[in-house]
């Protein structure tokens, strides 16, 4: 048998510039397509072979619509135009386009009371973007008069280091992936199946087709000497993501009524591209400058055409590191021994048949994630700032986002379901979930209310340790459908006109998420402005009742804060 399938979905959005010009709009294109093509071929009534071809191109393209027209503000407060041919802030124009590919092959055989799925699948990846940083300068004058005098103040750009042309972050990444796969259905006893599993994942490393990849290279254990230098490859392959797969099912009593199914395994997964890829923003390849009116020497005038075309003076030489101490460039760098997280899962649950075809379930699920990502501000130290100077531990660079394994998770779950099967007209299903999940860092990006991007000390996770930023203790869900009977004994033609009604509804409660509570200031010294207070007191496990409150205070007055909260202290 081959089946084949294609879909595409053209779409086209026309978005405001976020500025008072109503010429200038901003188009963002979408074309995805799907092809599938599926392959099942019978060798004998015992063994089948299951072979499946995938491409799937996902573009999202914003080429902006003025491209000579640069990123233009006003330095006086209430006089500016934020932004022209751009939206949603300085990283437009976008340009991605992601192509995959797919190749599964999967031989099922029955054997016995064996039944065996050996199978393998290869994974190609190819993504041609730009994720353009300042790429578009950014234009900056005193005032609307000094605009239509063409006196500028200041124009940062991203450009080569060497050249001060400019230089986007466009890259041709690839990645390949494989996967071997071995199961065995084994029915050992009428009342008794085993399922018996093995999986090997390799997800290869991220290269790119012209070599610009670069990030933070050790020296030592300490970032103050590491540099920031060009690779072949970010981090090598992980080879030994082996997963075994363990579960039952047992029918205790032999009569139907009773089910018992368990399980375990590991699970790995992939490192996606936007947590890897964001190491195009770092030098040498290229780095945001700003020539400014107020610099001695410097002459933004001057290097102000449009279009753009750079300029000499935007030239800045790196150093041994990589870096400047003059200029001190960010970089968002990823380990060279990164390795694919994978959790650990298990499973116990009690099914039993009621009257009625009625069933109700009680079900127990842990996972334990282990080497899970985290994106940490790198370049501090507690107490760095005591001399009122954040002189930054490597003072070659700025900030350094690095991403690395760091984090483990645990998740413990209670599930009780009572569900009916569609009969006599109507279904119903009801599930109560109890659980909690804990973990020092939900989202590599950052995520939740009050969680910062990576920790709060880069050298102790254990402090940032706590509530998952989606953990929800309590969750109720429940839904039902009912088949009107009106009209179900009426004539052919009624009741195909007027019956076959049915009425359906679906209810959703659960706890809320937590919250860290955080404020703008810098308690332990270490150059970012996101610390913790200390509590004074317990605080009630629910703060508010909705977003009103928070508007209102959820917190009270402000005069009572001092005994609810207290700055730690500095360092």
Same mark, same amino acid.
């Not at 973007?129 to 300042?134: G, L």
């Not at 990444?173 to 259905?185: A, M, P, S, T, V």
């Not at 048949?353 to 379930?361: D, F, H, I, K, Q």
């Not at 703008?520 to 270490?526: A, G, P, R, V």
């Given at each position: ?44 009534? +015992? ?29 006086? =407060? ?67 008069? %000094? ?24 890259? +041709? ?194 996972? =334990? ?71 020092? %860092? ?35 869900? =429940? ?93």
């Amino acid at each position: 048998t081959i089946t084949g399938r294609y879909s595409i979905n053209d779409r086209v959005e026309q978005r405001p510039g976020d500025n008072s010009a109503r010429a200038f709009r901003v188009d963002f294109l979408e074309k995805d397509q799907n092809v599938a093509l599926n392959h099942t071929h019978v060798f004998s009534s +015992n063994v089948i072979n299951d072979l499946r071809l995938g491409w799937n191109y996902d573009p999202q393209i914003n080429a902006a619509n003025f491209p000579e027209v640069p990123h233009v503000q006003f330095s006086v =407060a209430g006089r500016g135009v934020s932004q022209y041919s751009q939206t949603f802030g300085f990283v437009f124009p976008l340009d991605f386009r992601l192509h995959s590919y797919q190749i599964y092959d999967a031989l099922g055989i029955t054997r016995g009371n064996h039944g065996i799925k050996i199978g393998a699948e290869l994974r190609w990846f190819q993504e041609n973007s730009e994720f353009a940083q300042f790429t578009k300068p950014l234009v900056t004058f005193e005032d609307i008069l %000094d605009f239509a005098d063409d006196e500028v103040l200041s124009v940062q750009a991203r450009v080569d280091p060497v050249t001060g042309r400019p230089s986007g972050t466009y890259r +041709n990444f690839r990645l390949r992936e494989f996967g071997l796969f071995i199961q065995d259905d084994w029915k050992l006893t009428p009342r008794l199946t085993l399922n018996l599993g093995l999986r090997y994942d390799n997800f290869g490393t991220l290269t790119d087709t012209k070599d610009r990849l670069s990030t933070l290279l050790f020296s030592s254990p300490s970032v103050v000497d590491a540099r920031i230098a060009p690779v072949k490859q970010l981090y090598a392959r992980d080879n030994n993501n082996f997963a075994p797969r363990f579960g039952f099912a047992w029918d205790p009593t032999g009569g139907a009524k009773w089910a018992v199914r368990g399980g375990t395994g590991l699970f790995y997964n992939r490192l996606w591209v936007n947590f890897t890829g964001n190491t195009r923003f770092n030098t040498p390849f290229s780095m945001p400058v700003t020539l400014n009116a107020l610099t001695p020497g410097q002459n933004p005038r001057a290097a102000y055409r449009i279009p753009f075309e750079g300029d000499a003076g935007f030239a800045r030489p790196l150093d041994s590191l990589g870096g400047s101490t003059a200029l001190r460039p960010a970089g968002q760098t990823i380990a060279t021994d990164l390795r694919a997280p994978y959790i650990w899962q298990w499973f116990l649950g009690v099914q039993r048949r009621l009257p009625g075809e009625w069933v109700a379930e009680a079900s127990y699920l842990g996972t =334990a994630g282990r080497k899970l990502l985290i994106r940490n501000e790198f370049n501090r130290v507690s107490g760095d700032r005591a001399d009122g100077a954040l002189d930054r531990v490597n003072r070659s660079f700025g900030s350094i986002t690095h991403g690395y394994n760091a984090v483990s998770s645990i998740y413990n779950g209670l599930v009780t379901q009572l569900s009916k099967r569609f009969s006599r007209g109507y279904t119903v299903q009801a599930t109560y979930t109890f659980s909690r999940s804990i973990d020092a %860092d939900s989202e590599p990006f950052g995520g939740g209310a009050g969680e910062q991007q990576g920790s709060m000390e880069v050298s102790n996770l254990r402090l940032d340790r706590g509530l998952s930023a989606f953990d929800a203790t309590h969750r109720f869900a =429940a839904s039902f459908l009912y088949e009107v009977p009106l009209f179900r004994q009426a004539a052919a033609p009624v009741r195909s006109l007027l019956g076959g009604w049915q009425v359906g509804g679906i209810v959703s409660l659960q706890s809320g998420f937590p919250m860290t509570v955080v404020t703008s200031e810098d308690y332990n010294l270490d150059g970012t402005f996101l610390d913790r207070p200390n509590a004074v007191r317990a605080l009630p496990r629910k703060i508010g009742d909705g977003p009103r409150a928070f508007l209102n205070g959820a917190f009270g007055e402000r005069s009572t804060w001092s005994s609810q909260f207290l700055p730690a202290p500095p360092g």
